[in-house]
């Protein structure tokens, strides 16, 4: 079940790694590997980062930075003046050029490291992302997981089934908020699943679909679920002193293309508003390209709906339950496709309109790619409900003028009013199978068969192990270092593992919910579906984050931001069909008036908007308990200042970072995790639940006292030799040729010899 | 024209009087009255301030107000420190408990005078307010206008038609950014008209009314105005630095109704909680009394209607011309009045629902005013144009069953579809009048000879002009000085003068915004209508400000608030409104299908919402000048500090306060106005437009120092002479006491005497 944990090398620590870059190298053209590595290791050492080389899986290099802790230390503290320059901190940071300090969490360090290695030139960073413009080559650049505060982790999450706000701080401090953030969410989301399922499931049993009572309370039940998120993401936000990091400009320092506007940064007013027009004027493609979409899934469900109807009355062959429900399932099957190829456009489209910070460049990225999820999964239903269902009894006449006769005497006079039910259930059964698999099948089962294969012999010698050992002239250089193999084999699978960013998990709950807010009332199990598909996911997407899934970059924001915004758009579009849908197919379709139809429209509309005025007016007013707690310290600290106006009350009147209860497992993982001075002694405890719980508290201190006698030491000098293997950066781009070389002469014996298993990937 | 500084005693100063309050108190009980006074002198004398009195107009006191200079000094000090805290301001003003500084600006200081007389006793005010609870018998606590200054924004004013940016400065240094925020809303309302008067009245003469390319500009350009006012709201708050100051808790200070729950800011979280629920039930009368206003409002138009109807189809006698339209015109007379009544039902219920903070109260105040403008104003108009008319058919049969043959054969079988705009145009024009008045004519009127009344012998001496000249007994202590005689019964004007919110204004412009929003496109002509109105009332306002109001508290906003709220629901209900008012009136009424009627409406809303998304985000995008520059300038500032980390650059990084641009006059102005240690010395200054213009730059600062040197001296002495009439707050007391039994005693005999015009006002 878990991926890295398991192996021998799991008990090592990351030897002072800070961050890994894979850099992969075609073996045909190692002139300009060379070149271009020797510039990746002069950049990174321009950014005063320390570097280690050596050798990856198949053609590539496995490129080691440390931050000293000098450099570390002072770009934190400059990420604290930023914070305090931006608002998101109220304290001002006392220091100056040459002030260090240490990270609150092992997740704010790290966010420094990010940003010294994807930061611009111009910031200090060494502009290195992966996949990205020049750096198409780096395939792979992350922080290690900690292998000890994963496993203490996993002990307690095995344990509980509700993530407390504990577990959520602890989820922070190893993978930075917007990782906490999103499991904050997905378990509200899922507290929400059940209540609907529960409420859903009885009133189909009880009054069947499209019941009046069940959709006025899923409605509003839907835009409670958004108004109490809203709070508490507010309250998580002031508990991690995040509130407003969103809106600040971090991120701006890594945006590729702003190379093609050079200078828009500065301080002339023109250039901005002229910025600002022309950056307008490019998001226009986006409606062509949204219309484009939409015609040619609407073209499809129609050429979809006609084959089945025809199939369904003409066809009387063998098969014929199957084929009758060919149509519709071969659609379903291949909507993910188009929705690909739909996500690919949009990801063009934002890059070409060209944002000057990430997060305006995020928001116009999720929005469209939503829309074309919209496009594609929404799209086909709204049609079949509101126009083939009710209008079907005219596909007849028109086949009719298009002197089809033959055709139109044989297709039914009216169309079944089920038929809405039945593409719900498949629609809705499909994305559940789609996103099940997609979660627990096909990466896991894809890896783990990817790295057996890389490591079908695990028990023998290193040397023999090695996928090179054919290789004779360069095997002392391919061979790991005993020391070291069980840390490298590790670093090697963490850079085969899969990167996810929480963005999507994000839209597929989007795309859930609304199946549920649109179509619930055609099928009111869609929730208790979506709840079984959801308990199962969640969990296992926690216990991926720390073993199967690449380390993410500790990114920070204060709210989901372009979701809340799809979410809130849902919720009313889900009001209005929800009410559509119950008026037309309560009773006989054919026998509803337009006005009628328009009316209740109209009338949802209204009544989700005084709803929503009135669900956001309590919750806000009754706000959330952090809430209340920070107005309350506020108030306080702000009267000892007036009375006072001494410094110490100064220091804590504008702090918006409450003191935040650890339990002793989540201090012990996260003061073990606080990276020292000397980079090699991070993550040397093991703290786990259980001994805690055997023991008394104070024997947690002398615990971590004893391993700091017994194996820090060892640990140290083991990190130490690691790092001293090439000492400048001119040694490491020397030891880098030579195993570009190496690999480069391996891989083409390896070839000519037949033996594929050398690079795995892109051996061609 | 001019009513205050048109006098002998406009050239003189405010003698180092920041504030006055006027303590009236029936002649009849005297002793109540004395014992009052004596709390309210000590009241003031606890919160740190000097006081005189002298004897106001009829049976009223007088009491003059000076903040001491470290008093004053320190208070603003403080009001710095809380906006630090508050977050208005991010810089942190350096001091301690004895830090005296200056206010910026004149408005600054007097606001801290505000915050001493009329703050708590826990923060260091009197809690003296007029007309409010234990203090009900003061009816006026105001500061005194600057005659110098309002002189000099009287002559620029003469010359310019458009308010510049400076204008609005000049404004705010004087009145607060309150005041000037409404003047610079009401000129960009001033522009929307006028644009809007345009091509409504070049439609209305080309199409006509019911125009659907007129409705739909017109409701295009309604969220342009709405949205372009945003930025622009922004823009002058980023200006003068208020940019949070509505949200922070600055005006929780003198909520009456906090005493009821004595505590409840205490850091107590499950109390406040509690109040939250407990006031969102509180909340909940206001739309039984919605209804119930509704209702009776919908009944009297009913009634009116079919009277009208009657009258004009039964009745064959004489001036039949005049009794068709009688009953709209007393139901449109008899409005105002029912207005009134809702406004003081509104005034309760917000009362009753006891919010914590003066913002919470002023939203709910504004909102429930509107609501009953909106009933009492738009409804008929509503219940016309989509009920009555459409609908009117179905009156003749209603009556028929109601077995009123007599009458059903009599009414019209269809109602004329004219009526709408006939109602529109007797509503506006009703509205017009009714806002004219009141701003042009009634209270300027009425104040006028209320002033020549009581000065009706201008030109003979003082002691012979004194109203209470035959009461010999107290003749010495009622005779005002010759030397403060002129500022004294200046004063007693300003007491006497009107008080008017702009609040008050502000919704009025809501209301012409509602017509214009909602009716506009059944009689175009009513965007011309009100630019004439707008345009005279605005101009008119701007010098009754510093001619004939008493001068306002000067507070402090960021935005209109509670009427952008407004704006923005008549702007969508406008859109509606139109839409099918166009769709309704622009054929026969009768031929229009109702499902074709209920679509325009949803489409017009969902025009409206993508409407107003797209035209939001590209004004924000392109902002204004001033967010521009703001943004450049912390850009820049901010990359100094990050380079130096010097304390200079710490200072200047996160003021929003852009050095404003005064033109010379406003310059002069405000710096001559500014008080300094030396209360007297204030307003030393006579700076004219036109000896400035006249005259070369480098003059100007001699002008001011001759002045010093000659008038500065004599003013800072009489100026002393007057606060040294009583020294201590014991002296005042016996003043004010001797003052108020020989008012007592001319009271009674001017009574007996049956001379009226002793106590001109609650003379019984």
Same mark, same amino acid.
């Given at each position: 079940?878990?991926?890295?944990?398991?192996?021998?090398?799991?008990?090592?620590?990351?030897?002072?790694?800070?961050?890994?870059?894979?850099?992969?190298?075609?073996?045909?053209?190692?002139?300009?590997?060379?070149?271009?590595?020797?510039?990746?290791?002069?950049?990174?050492?321009?950014?005063?980062?320390?570097?280690?080389?050596?050798?990856?899986?198949?053609?590539?290099?496995?490129?080691?930075?440390?931050?000293?802790?000098?450099?570390?230390?002072?770009?934190?503290?400059?990420?604290?003046?930023?914070?305090?320059?931006?608002?998101? +901190?109220?304290? *001002?940071?006392?220091?100056?050029?040459?002030?260090?300090?240490?990270?609150?969490?092992?997740?704010?360090?790290?966010?420094?490291?990010?940003?010294?290695?994807?930061?611009?030139?111009?910031?200090?960073?060494?502009?290195?992302?992966?996949?990205?413009?020049?750096?198409? /080559?780096?395939?792979?650049?992350?922080?290690?997981?900690?292998?000890?505060?994963?496993?203490?982790?996993?002990?307690?999450?095995?344990?509980?089934?509700?993530?407390?706000?504990?577990?959520?701080?602890?989820?922070? &401090?190893?993978?930075?908020?917007?990782?906490?953030?999103?499991?904050?969410?997905?378990?509200?989301?899922?507290?929400?699943?059940?209540?609907?399922?529960?409420?859903?499931?009885?009133?189909?049993?009880?009054?069947?679909?499209?019941?009046?009572?069940? +959709?006025?309370?899923?409605?509003?039940?839907?835009?409670?679920?958004?108004?109490?998120?809203?709070?508490?993401?507010?309250?998580?936000?002031?508990?991690?002193?995040?509130?407003?990091?969103?809106?600040?400009?971090?991120?701006?320092?890594? /945006?590729?293309?702003?190379?093609?506007?050079?200078?828009?940064?500065?301080?002339?007013?023109?250039?901005?508003?002229?910025?600002?027009?022309?950056?307008?004027?490019? =998001?226009?493609?986006? #409606?062509?390209?949204?219309?484009?979409? +939409?015609?040619?899934?609407?073209?499809?469900?129609?050429?979809?709906?006609?084959?089945?109807?025809?199939? +369904?009355?003409?066809?009387?062959?063998? #098969?014929?339950?199957?084929?009758?429900?060919?149509?519709?399932?071969?659609?379903?099957?291949?909507?993910?496709?188009?929705?690909?190829?739909?996500?690919?456009?949009?990801?063009?489209?934002?890059?070409?309109?060209?944002?000057?910070?990430?997060?305006?460049?995020?928001?116009?990225?999720?929005?469209?790619?939503?829309?074309?999820?919209?496009?594609?999964?929404?799209?086909?239903?709204?049609?079949?409900?509101?126009?083939?269902?009710?209008?079907?009894?005219?596909?007849?006449?028109? $086949?009719?003028?298009?002197?089809?006769?033959? $055709?139109?005497?044989?297709?039914?006079?009216?169309?079944?009013?089920?038929?809405?039910?039945?593409?719900?259930?498949? #629609?809705?059964?499909?994305?559940?199978?789609?996103?099940?698999?997609?979660?627990?099948?096909?990466?896991?089962? &894809?890896?783990?068969?990817?790295?057996?294969?890389?490591?079908?012999?695990?028990? *023998?010698?290193?040397?023999? %192990?090695?996928?090179?050992?054919?290789?004779?002239?360069?095997?002392? %250089?391919?061979?790991?270092?005993?020391?070291?193999?069980?840390?490298?084999?590790?670093?090697?699978?963490?850079?085969?593992?899969?990167? *996810?960013?929480?963005?999507?998990?994000?839209?597929?709950?989007?795309? =859930? #919910?609304?199946?549920?807010?649109?179509?619930? &009332?055609?099928?009111?199990?869609?929730?208790?579906?979506?709840?079984?598909?959801?308990?199962?996911?969640?969990?296992?997407?926690?216990?991926?984050?720390?073993?199967?899934?690449?380390?993410?970059?500790?990114?920070?924001?204060?709210?989901?931001?372009?979701?809340?915004?799809?979410?809130?758009?849902?919720?009313?579009?889900?009001?209005?069909?929800?009410?559509?849908?119950?008026?037309?197919?309560?009773?006989?379709?054919?026998?509803?008036? %337009?006005?009628?139809?328009?009316?209740?429209?109209?009338?949802?509309?209204?009544?989700?908007?005084?709803?929503?005025?009135?669900?956001?007016?309590?919750?806000?007013?009754?706000?959330?308990?952090?809430?209340?707690?920070?107005?309350?310290?506020?108030?306080?600290?702000?009267?000892?200042?007036?009375?006072?106006?001494?410094?110490?009350?100064?220091?804590?009147?504008?702090?918006?970072?409450?003191?935040?209860?650890?339990?002793?497992?989540?201090?012990?993982?996260?003061?073990?995790?606080?990276?020292?001075?000397?980079?090699?002694?991070?993550?040397?405890?093991?703290?786990?639940?259980?001994?805690?719980?055997?023991?008394?508290?104070?024997?947690?201190?002398?615990?971590?006292?004893?391993?700091?006698?017994?194996?820090?030491?060892?640990?140290?000098?083991?990190?130490?030799?690691?790092?001293?293997?090439?000492?400048?950066?001119?040694?490491?781009?020397?030891?880098?040729?030579? $195993?570009?070389?190496?690999?480069?002469?391996?891989?083409?014996?390896?070839?000519?010899?037949?033996?594929?298993?050398?690079?795995?990937?892109?051996?061609?």
């Amino acid at each position: 079940m878990v991926l890295f944990p398991d192996r021998r090398s799991s008990d090592e620590e990351n030897l002072g790694v800070d961050w890994v870059i894979r850099y992969r190298f075609d073996g045909a053209d190692t002139t300009s590997a060379i070149e271009e590595f020797r510039t990746l290791i002069r950049d990174l050492d321009e950014a005063g980062l320390r570097t280690q080389v050596r050798h990856g899986n198949g053609s590539s290099l496995l490129v080691f930075v440390n931050a000293p802790r000098e450099r570390l230390g002072h770009e934190i503290f400059k990420s604290r003046v930023k914070d305090w320059l931006d608002g998101v +901190s109220d304290i *001002r940071p006392v220091g100056d050029s040459q002030t260090v300090i240490d990270g609150d969490t092992e997740a704010e360090e790290l966010r420094s490291v990010h940003h010294l290695v994807t930061g611009r030139k111009d910031d200090g960073g060494a502009e290195v992302t992966a996949n990205r413009g020049k750096w198409k /080559n780096i395939t792979a650049c992350f922080p290690l997981h900690s292998p000890n505060a994963n496993r203490g982790l996993f002990r307690r999450w095995s344990r509980i089934r509700i993530l407390e706000a504990e577990d959520l701080d602890g989820l922070r &401090a190893l993978f930075g908020e917007k990782v906490a953030l999103y499991f904050a969410f997905g378990q509200c989301y899922g507290f929400f699943l059940a209540g609907a399922a529960v409420f859903a499931t009885l009133s189909w049993m009880y009054y069947g679909p499209y019941s009046i009572g069940l +959709s006025v309370i899923s409605s509003l039940w839907c835009i409670v679920f958004v108004e109490y998120w809203k709070v508490q993401q507010t309250d998580l936000a002031i508990r991690w002193g995040s509130r407003g990091a969103r809106e600040a400009k971090v991120n701006r320092l890594h /945006n590729v293309w702003d190379k093609g506007s050079e200078g828009h940064e500065t301080t002339l007013k023109t250039k901005e508003i002229y910025q600002a027009e022309k950056q307008l004027l490019r =998001q226009l493609p986006q #409606f062509v390209f949204a219309l484009a979409a +939409s015609l040619i899934i609407g073209s499809l469900v129609l050429v979809a709906f006609t084959v089945e109807l025809l199939l +369904s009355e003409v066809y009387r062959g063998p #098969f014929k339950a199957f084929l009758d429900f060919l149509p519709t399932i071969s659609l379903a099957l291949s909507l993910p496709t188009i929705n690909s190829v739909l996500n690919k456009a949009a990801a063009r489209l934002t890059d070409y309109e060209n944002y000057p910070t990430e997060a305006q460049y995020e928001v116009a990225l999720t929005q469209k790619t939503f829309v074309s999820r919209f496009i594609t999964y929404f799209l086909p239903l709204l049609l079949t409900a509101f126009i083939y269902v009710p209008f079907g009894d005219r596909i007849g006449p028109s $086949l009719d003028a298009a002197h089809l006769t033959w $055709l139109s005497t044989r297709i039914p006079r009216h169309i079944d009013s089920r038929r809405l039910q039945q593409q719900v259930i498949s #629609f809705v059964l499909m994305t559940v199978m789609l996103q099940f698999r997609e979660r627990n099948f096909l990466p896991r089962g &894809a890896q783990i068969s990817f790295m057996k294969y890389l490591h079908y012999l695990p028990d *023998r010698p290193a040397d023999i %192990l090695h996928p090179y050992r054919r290789s004779n002239s360069s095997s002392l %250089l391919l061979i790991d270092h005993p020391e070291e193999s069980g840390f490298l084999s590790r670093v090697r699978d963490e850079t085969e593992a899969s990167v *996810r960013d929480v963005q999507d998990n994000l839209l597929e709950i989007c795309v =859930q #919910f609304g199946y549920l807010a649109l179509f619930g &009332a055609a099928w009111p199990l869609v929730p208790l579906v979506f709840l079984f598909l959801h308990w199962t996911g969640f969990r296992s997407e926690l216990f991926k984050t720390i073993m199967e899934r690449q380390r993410p970059a500790p990114l920070r924001t204060d709210t989901i931001g372009p979701c809340l915004r799809i979410l809130e758009f849902v919720a009313w579009m889900g009001c209005l069909s929800t009410a559509a849908i119950v008026h037309l197919y309560r009773r006989d379709v054919r026998r509803v008036e %337009l006005w009628s139809l328009l009316l209740t429209i109209f009338v949802a509309e209204q009544f989700y908007y005084v709803a929503r005025y009135f669900i956001r007016s309590v919750l806000q007013k009754i706000g959330s308990e952090t809430i209340h707690r920070e107005e309350a310290r506020r108030d306080a600290v702000q009267r000892r200042y007036m009375e006072t106006f001494s410094e110490e009350a100064a220091e804590l009147c504008r702090v918006y970072k409450p003191r935040v209860r650890f339990n002793e497992i989540m201090d012990v993982m996260i003061e073990t995790n606080r990276r020292d001075s000397t980079a090699a002694s991070s993550e040397c405890t093991h703290p786990s639940k259980d001994e805690t719980e055997d023991g008394n508290e104070s024997q947690i201190p002398q615990k971590i006292s004893r391993r700091t006698n017994t194996d820090l030491l060892r640990d140290a000098e083991k990190s130490t030799r690691f790092w001293s293997w090439y000492q400048t950066p001119q040694e490491t781009i020397e030891a880098g040729i030579k $195993l570009i070389e190496a690999i480069s002469v391996a891989s083409r014996l390896g070839r000519s010899s037949g033996s594929g298993q050398v690079t795995p990937k892109k051996a061609d």
